[in-house]
């Protein structure tokens, strides 16, 4: 029902028409309109509630976007179950206010049991049935209620998000996303109207919202009850009382509310209660959720007080989402969706010592009664399990399995937690992280055997993230807080009241039978947060990044805070030491499939400023370590192109051995700021690097640059070869490293492999080839590593030139095809054809020969006429254009040419002898890109070359009846392609390449069917069908090549050979004609082991 009482936001108006609006409809996952967006730009007015507003500026696209983002995330919560045919409509302006943005609607004069939207997307209330009771009880203009909510855009420094994410990381800039989709939760209903009659404060409406609202005494909000400001006041039960004095510093709340309100009112619902359980929040320790009081001299009560809540007025805020009992006020105010959807479990509650899951998170049946087992919830920005209270102990023993963008398995706040997981927390939505840490100090995490933590994010991140009213505003942080309320005489105990004096998490403990696995990175420390001490152990297996951005000397701590916290990083730890222990680890071992003497670790380590690294345990990566210290105290493996970076000391025990990579001058890749300390043994390979010497020498006492330090033993690994053409000795009396580098073995021509090395020796000064062999030396894989010598050799240039004869071949395989086609010739009259053309060309590869699929097109012009009934003789001129894409080395060709030829047939008594000879020129430019691992480099030529084709051939034809005509044929072709010197330009490896002479000779045998049929008013239709056999008799070509950056000019062939000599050719066209205009559509395929395929469409004119 409407409220019949008029508000000061109701003033005599003037109806203003907009000029243009933009709208657009948000729709639910089901395709239901939810909400439909009205954006009002620079100069156009709108009305609403009696004010008329015109917008000072216009939205971006970007700001536009985010908007509908906001509006979408609603949509998707409330939509599944709307009924509504039609949407909810909003008008969208903007507004000169700074710093600041706002949304409402008309839930303010709805008063009944439900949000107005609830009942309008739920319970069939039509917006035309609304608005006629509104401007009935108002008096307000059917003009202003022409929309049902009004969003509000400030001007600011407004944050456009790259993409969703689970914390804020606007910056100090104000996030539009999350202040809109605080804004448009207010417009659902979730806030009250109070003003002041006769002195006193007084609840304007009783809309669903306010009828949930309690004081601290239990009294509920009445539009007939005077709210005051303090406990004291007399007869303090006959009114709602929200004290003014009751706050941050004064409040009785052992569990202390974080909120910085002055005063709390409560929300009270069925669904709140079933979320928050027997959780006494807020300043007064109420079994119910804070909502704030006062703001200045008036008050609000229209805002979630829960700590750090998007939805509160606190200063700080670092949820990009709404917290579960968030949602569940939503529903106490009608709204109809499965809450269960987006929270698996949330523990409100404090000093829990036991918590035991009773469920996972997995998708939800139809009727959103139950999760299904071993299924993936959908949700966007979903949690399985949220800590919002301090002192618990809680074990996670379900899996949590979401597929959701943005979504946390578990998320960590409040303080002082101690979390167990025994289960699988799989988030394989894009951004979103298995285990979130975000609030607090002193929390215990445990990844206990059988764990298994695996995000398309970040596995384990601990991060306070950024405020989403900017860091300007206020910054909170491990040992940080800042902001322009916050000064020093205060920030010590305001520090203690926001849980910030402290590690956010004091144990991250990686047990044994554990796996954690990130796509961005396994664990990941934010530059706000501490982490004392992170515990892997034997059995522990890890994938992905292990990376801190905290930096002991960050700005931001106090100087007294400067340079003490460091994180501890232990790989290793095996605090299970009993004979039943080691025993139930063994067991737990095979099932579990994990090595329990080792950590199974692939990742890099990062931490230059913060991480003390202590290996315990054998340890191998293949990527690189950047630490503040590194304590080895067992045998270690570095990869070929690890690299090692220690801001201070490097300690090794003498019991410890090293395996690690000597690069190109002799050293360690290994590189220590502070201290080196070295008792134990070495054995070094050949690290990933160019080598442009055949022998290394070694300097034992300073293998680390700058450190004059000796390992006890230095010895060569010989079990480690990283290299397929790096043939390594050591000769330890004289420690040198002896170098042979030999690719012979991996090459299709021995003539290569001298070129190469012949480059990588004697390559010009200018010319960069470090990177190139640096990559090329050490590949691997054997099928790559070949690979790349094709594509550093000149093959692509005979891909080139097949691709060249091959065309030379079609335009001879189209004039063979002409020759028995209608009206071609003619007696005693020269008859004229032009016509243009498009080709496509799919060619499989063929051995040697490279796959490549071609376009092009172009125009034919030629000349034919019929002597005597026994020659026909015709010219042709040929303009072409094609372009190529070859597979090997992801080159392309684009060919440009001209081919001028003539043409016979003559006829001994219905026996043909055919013949064509042609002559072209053509310019080719040539691009290929050649990719080796992380090297990249790119190429290009351009030539002009010259073309010759002759053909020869005999066939007869058989007259079936006058529109059939069968003609058996065979003919034998020769095509040439010269090209002269190639100099391409590019990088290291540019080739040079000698002029050459390609050759194409090949033959068919085959038989051509054909109809042709003549219809009045000088229409025709001609089908085609030819097939036969095709045979070549050359199955290679070949060229010589140097690469231009080598001094001694070592030159090395390249052959390549085709497999399939023979084919079976189909080839099949259909002509359409029109007194003397024609057109025609003709395919073929080459049919051998694998089906080359082309397709031609030409129309043209004969005159």
Same mark, same amino acid.
């Given at each position: 029902?409407?409220?019949?009482?008029?508000?000061?936001?109701?003033?005599?108006?003037?109806?203003?028409?907009?000029?243009?609006?933009?709208?657009?409809?948000?729709?639910?996952?089901?395709?239901?309109?939810? @909400?439909?967006?009205?954006?009002?730009?620079?100069?156009?007015?709108?009305?609403?509630?009696?004010? %008329?507003?015109?917008?000072?500026?216009?939205?971006?696209?970007?700001?536009?976007?985010?908007?509908?983002?906001?509006?979408?995330?609603?949509?998707?919560?409330?939509?599944?179950?709307?009924?509504?045919?039609? &949407?909810?409509?909003?008008?969208?302006?903007?507004?000169?206010?700074?710093?600041?943005?706002?949304?409402?609607?008309?839930?303010?004069?709805?008063?009944?049991?439900?949000?107005?939207?609830?009942?309008?997307?739920?319970?069939?209330?039509?917006? $035309?049935?609304?608005?006629?009771?509104?401007?009935?009880?108002?008096?307000?203009?059917?003009?202003?209620?022409?929309?049902?909510?009004?969003?509000?855009?400030?001007?600011?420094?407004?944050?456009?998000?790259?993409?969703?994410?689970?914390?804020?990381?606007?910056?100090?800039?104000?996030?539009?996303?999350?202040?809109?989709?605080?804004?448009?939760?207010?417009?659902?209903?979730?806030?009250?109207?109070?003003?002041?009659?006769?002195?006193?404060?007084?609840?304007?409406?009783?809309?669903?919202?306010?009828?949930?609202?309690?004081?601290?005494?239990?009294?509920?909000?009445?539009?007939?009850?005077?709210?005051?400001?303090?406990?004291?006041?007399?007869?303090?039960?006959?009114?709602?009382?929200?004290?003014?004095?009751?706050?941050?510093?004064?409040?009785?709340?052992?569990?202390?509310?974080?909120?910085?309100?002055?005063?709390?009112?409560?929300?009270?619902?069925?669904?709140?209660?079933?979320?928050?359980?027997?959780?006494?929040?807020?300043?007064?320790?109420?079994?119910?959720?804070?909502?704030?009081?006062?703001?200045?001299?008036?008050?609000?009560?229209?805002?979630?007080?829960?700590?750090?809540?998007?939805?509160?007025?606190?200063?700080?805020? #670092?949820?990009?989402?709404?917290?579960?009992?968030?949602?569940?006020?939503?529903?106490?105010?009608?709204?109809?969706?499965?809450?269960?959807?987006?929270?698996?479990?949330?523990?409100?509650?404090?000093?829990?010592?036991?918590?035991?899951?009773?469920?996972?998170? /997995?998708?939800?049946?139809?009727?959103?009664?139950?999760?299904?087992?071993?299924?993936?919830?959908?949700?966007?920005?979903?949690?399985?399990?949220?800590?919002?209270?301090?002192?618990?102990?809680?074990?996670?023993?379900?899996?949590?399995?979401?597929?959701? %963008?943005?979504?946390?398995? %578990?998320?960590?706040?409040?303080?002082?937690?101690?979390?167990?997981?025994?289960?699988?927390?799989?988030?394989?939505?894009?951004?979103?992280?298995?285990?979130?840490?975000?609030?607090?100090?002193?929390?215990?995490? /445990?990844?206990?055997?059988?764990?298994?933590?695996?995000?398309?994010?970040?596995?384990?991140?601990?991060?306070?993230?950024?405020?989403?009213?900017?860091?300007?505003?206020?910054?909170?942080?491990?040992?940080?807080?800042?902001?322009?309320?916050?000064?020093?005489?205060?920030?010590?105990?305001?520090?203690?009241?926001?849980?910030?004096?402290?590690?956010?998490?004091?144990?991250?403990?990686?047990?044994?039978?554990?796996?954690? $696995? =990130?796509?961005?990175?396994?664990?990941?420390?934010?530059?706000?947060?501490?982490?004392?001490?992170?515990?892997?152990?034997?059995?522990?297996?890890?994938?992905?990044?292990?990376?801190?951005?905290?930096?002991?000397? #960050?700005?931001?701590?106090?100087?007294?805070?400067? #340079?003490?916290?460091?994180?501890?990083?232990?790989?290793?730890?095996?605090?299970?030491?009993?004979?039943?222990?080691?025993?139930?680890?063994?067991?737990?071992?095979?099932?579990?499939?994990?090595?329990?003497?080792?950590?199974?670790?692939?990742?890099?380590?990062?931490?230059?400023?913060?991480?003390?690294?202590?290996?315990?345990?054998?340890?191998?990566?293949?990527?690189?370590?950047?630490?503040?210290?590194?304590?080895?105290?067992?045998?270690?493996?570095?990869?070929?192109?690890?690299?090692?970076?220690?801001?201070?000391?490097?300690?090794?025990?003498?019991?410890?051995?090293?395996?690690?990579?000597?690069?190109?001058?002799?050293?360690?890749?290994?590189?220590? =700021?502070?201290?080196?300390?070295?008792?134990?043994?070495?054995?070094?390979?050949?690290?990933?690097?160019?080598?442009?010497?055949?022998?290394?020498?070694?300097?034992?006492?300073?293998?680390?640059?700058?450190?004059?330090?000796?390992?006890?033993?230095?010895?060569?690994?010989?079990?480690?070869?990283?290299?397929?053409?790096?043939?390594?000795?050591?000769?330890?009396?004289?420690?040198?490293?002896?170098?042979?580098?030999?690719?012979?073995?991996?090459?299709?021509?021995?003539?290569?492999?001298?070129?190469?090395?012949?480059?990588?020796?004697?390559?010009?000064?200018?010319?960069?080839?470090?990177?190139?062999?640096?990559?090329?030396?050490?590949?691997?894989?054997?099928?790559?590593?070949?690979?790349?010598?094709?594509?550093?050799?000149?093959?692509?240039?005979?891909?080139?030139?097949?691709?060249?004869?091959?065309?030379?071949?079609?335009?001879?395989?189209?004039?063979?095809?002409?020759?028995?086609?209608?009206?071609?010739?003619?007696?005693? $009259?020269?008859?004229?054809? %032009?016509?243009?053309? =498009?080709?496509?060309?799919?060619?499989?590869?063929?051995?040697?020969?490279?796959?490549?699929?071609?376009?092009?097109?172009?125009?034919?012009?030629?000349?034919?006429?019929?002597?005597?009934?026994?020659?026909?003789?015709?010219?042709?001129?040929?303009?072409?254009?094609? /372009?190529?894409?070859?597979?090997?080395?992801?080159?392309?060709?684009?060919?440009?040419?001209?081919?001028?030829?003539?043409?016979?047939?003559?006829?001994?008594?219905?026996?043909?002898?055919?013949?064509?000879?042609?002559?072209?020129?053509? /310019?080719?430019?040539?691009?290929?890109?050649?990719?080796?691992?992380? @090297?990249?480099?790119?190429?290009?030529?351009?030539?002009?070359?010259?073309?010759?084709?002759?053909?020869?051939?005999?066939?007869?034809?058989?007259?079936?009846? $006058?529109?059939?005509?069968?003609? &058996?044929?065979?003919?034998?072709?020769?095509?040439?392609?010269?090209?002269?010197?190639?100099?391409?330009?590019?990088?290291?490896?540019?080739?040079?390449?000698?002029?050459?002479?390609?050759?194409?000779?090949?033959?068919?045998?085959?038989?051509?069917?054909?109809?042709?049929?003549?219809? !009045?008013?000088?229409?025709?239709?001609?089908?085609?069908?030819?097939?036969?056999?095709?045979?070549?008799?050359?199955?290679?070509?070949?060229?010589?090549?140097?690469?231009?950056?080598?001094?001694?000019?070592?030159?090395?062939?390249?052959? #390549?050979?085709?497999?399939?000599?023979?084919?079976?050719?189909?080839?099949?066209?259909?002509?359409?004609?029109?007194?003397?205009?024609?057109?025609?559509?003709? @395919?073929?395929?080459?049919?051998?082991?694998?089906?080359?395929?082309? !397709?031609?469409?030409?129309?043209?004119?004969?005159?």
């Amino acid at each position: 029902m409407l409220s019949l009482k008029k508000t000061a936001l109701l003033l005599s108006l003037s109806a203003c028409m907009a000029l243009a609006v933009d709208t657009e409809i948000v729709y639910s996952k089901n395709g239901r309109p939810i @909400f439909e967006l009205n954006f009002y730009n620079q100069g156009e007015s709108s009305s609403f509630a009696g004010e %008329i507003s015109t917008s000072p500026y216009t939205l971006n696209q970007a700001q536009r976007k985010e908007i509908l983002r906001a509006t979408q995330f609603w949509a998707n919560i409330l939509g599944d179950r709307a009924t509504n045919l039609e &949407p909810l409509k909003f008008v969208v302006h903007t507004s000169p206010m700074k710093n600041n943005a706002f949304a409402a609607s008309y839930d303010m004069f709805w008063e009944g049991n439900n949000a107005l939207f609830a009942d309008m997307l739920y319970n069939n209330l039509s917006k $035309e049935e609304f608005d006629q009771g509104l401007v009935e009880a108002t008096g307000l203009s059917y003009d202003d209620v022409k929309y049902t909510g009004i969003i509000g855009m400030g001007i600011s420094d407004w944050y456009i998000a790259p993409n969703p994410s689970t914390l804020p990381t606007n910056g100090n800039q104000f996030s539009i996303f999350g202040t809109f989709t605080h804004e448009i939760m207010h417009a659902l209903g979730v806030g009250a109207s109070a003003k002041q009659v006769n002195g006193n404060f007084m609840f304007e409406t009783s809309n669903a919202f306010t009828r949930h609202l309690q004081d601290y005494k239990g009294v509920m909000a009445s539009k007939d009850i005077a709210i005051i400001d303090s406990k004291s006041q007399a007869d303090a039960n006959n009114y709602f009382v929200v004290d003014r004095n009751t706050n941050l510093a004064t409040q009785s709340n052992t569990i202390k509310s974080l909120s910085t309100s002055q005063g709390h009112a409560y929300f009270v619902g069925d669904n709140v209660l079933e979320v928050i359980k027997n959780a006494r929040l807020g300043f007064d320790g109420v079994n119910a959720v804070p909502i704030n009081g006062w703001e200045g001299d008036g008050a609000d009560i229209s805002h979630i007080e829960l700590d750090n809540s998007l939805m509160s007025h606190q200063q700080w805020r #670092n949820y990009n989402f709404y917290m579960e009992a968030e949602l569940a006020i939503l529903q106490d105010i009608g709204y109809d969706f499965d809450r269960k959807q987006y929270y698996g479990d949330s523990i409100y509650e404090s000093n829990l010592l036991d918590w035991q899951s009773t469920q996972g998170f /997995n998708d939800r049946n139809e009727e959103g009664t139950a999760y299904i087992a071993n299924t993936y919830n959908k949700s966007d920005y979903g949690v399985g399990l949220h800590i919002y209270g301090r002192f618990n102990t809680a074990t996670q023993n379900h899996d949590i399995l979401s597929q959701g %963008i943005a979504a946390s398995g %578990i998320r960590v706040d409040g303080s002082n937690n101690t979390l167990n997981v025994n289960s699988k927390i799989h988030t394989i939505g894009a951004f979103s992280n298995a285990l979130l840490v975000a609030y607090g100090k002193e929390h215990n995490i /445990n990844l206990n055997s059988g764990s298994e933590l695996i995000a398309n994010g970040i596995g384990v991140h601990i991060n306070f993230g950024d405020n989403a009213l900017g860091n300007n505003t206020e910054y909170r942080g491990s040992y940080m807080l800042s902001g322009a309320s916050i000064t020093s005489t205060v920030k010590d105990n305001l520090m203690q009241i926001f849980n910030l004096n402290g590690a956010l998490v004091s144990n991250l403990n990686v047990k044994q039978g554990s796996y954690i $696995e =990130g796509s961005e990175a396994a664990i990941y420390i934010a530059n706000n947060a501490f982490v004392e001490n992170i515990n892997i152990e034997n059995g522990a297996t890890i994938k992905g990044d292990i990376i801190s951005l905290w930096d002991p000397n #960050n700005e931001r701590l106090k100087a007294d805070d400067m #340079n003490k916290y460091f994180t501890e990083v232990n790989f290793g730890t095996t605090p299970t030491s009993t004979p039943s222990a080691r025993a139930s680890n063994l067991l737990a071992s095979t099932s579990l499939n994990f090595d329990p003497n080792k950590v199974v670790f692939d990742g890099n380590i990062l931490g230059y400023d913060s991480l003390k690294l202590n290996i315990n345990t054998d340890f191998n990566t293949e990527k690189s370590i950047e630490v503040y210290d590194l304590s080895l105290n067992s045998s270690a493996s570095l990869g070929v192109d690890s690299i090692v970076e220690v801001k201070n000391n490097f300690t090794q025990t003498s019991s410890s051995t090293l395996q690690a990579p000597i690069n190109s001058e002799g050293k360690l890749n290994i590189f220590v =700021g502070g201290n080196a300390n070295l008792s134990g043994n070495l054995e070094f390979f050949l690290g990933k690097d160019f080598y442009n010497t055949s022998s290394i020498a070694l300097n034992k006492a300073e293998l680390i640059d700058g450190k004059t330090t000796s390992f006890a033993n230095v010895s060569f690994a010989n079990d480690a070869d990283f290299s397929k053409f790096l043939n390594i000795s050591y000769d330890e009396a004289s420690s040198t490293i002896n170098i042979n580098r030999d690719y012979s073995s991996l090459a299709k021509n021995t003539s290569i492999s001298n070129s190469l090395v012949s480059l990588a020796l004697n390559s010009s000064p200018n010319a960069d080839v470090s990177s190139l062999f640096t990559e090329l030396d050490f590949l691997t894989d054997e099928a790559r590593a070949t690979q790349a010598l094709d594509e550093l050799s000149s093959k692509v240039y005979l891909d080139a030139a097949k691709a060249s004869l091959d065309f030379q071949k079609d335009i001879n395989d189209k004039l063979v095809f002409d020759l028995y086609s209608k009206d071609v010739f003619k007696d005693d $009259e020269w008859i004229s054809t %032009i016509y243009t053309f =498009g080709t496509y060309n799919s060619v499989r590869e063929d051995k040697d020969f490279s796959s490549y699929k071609s376009y092009g097109g172009g125009v034919n012009a030629k000349v034919t006429k019929s002597f005597n009934d026994t020659l026909d003789l015709g010219f042709n001129l040929i303009l072409n254009a094609s /372009n190529y894409d070859f597979k090997r080395n992801t080159a392309t060709l684009k060919s440009r040419g001209a081919y001028l030829g003539a043409f016979a047939n003559v006829d001994l008594n219905n026996l043909f002898i055919f013949a064509s000879l042609r002559a072209g020129m053509q /310019n080719d430019s040539m691009n290929r890109v050649l990719n080796i691992n992380t @090297f990249s480099d790119t190429f290009k030529s351009s030539y002009n070359a010259f073309t010759t084709s002759e053909l020869l051939g005999l066939g007869t034809n058989f007259n079936l009846s $006058e529109t059939f005509t069968l003609a &058996p044929l065979a003919y034998i072709e020769h095509n040439s392609l010269s090209t002269p010197s190639i100099k391409e330009q590019g990088g290291a490896s540019s080739l040079n390449i000698d002029k050459n002479t390609y050759h194409s000779l090949s033959s068919f045998l085959g038989l051509k069917l054909s109809y042709d049929k003549d219809f !009045t008013n000088g229409y025709g239709l001609g089908l085609s069908l030819l097939g036969g056999y095709n045979h070549f008799f050359l199955d290679n070509l070949d060229n010589e090549a140097s690469y231009i950056n080598d001094t001694s000019n070592v030159k090395f062939s390249s052959k #390549n050979y085709v497999k399939d000599k023979d084919s079976l050719r189909v080839q099949s066209a259909i002509d359409f004609t029109h007194d003397n205009f024609y057109s025609r559509v003709l @395919f073929q395929s080459d049919i051998k082991r694998n089906i080359d395929f082309s !397709t031609r469409l030409e129309y043209g004119i004969r005159f």
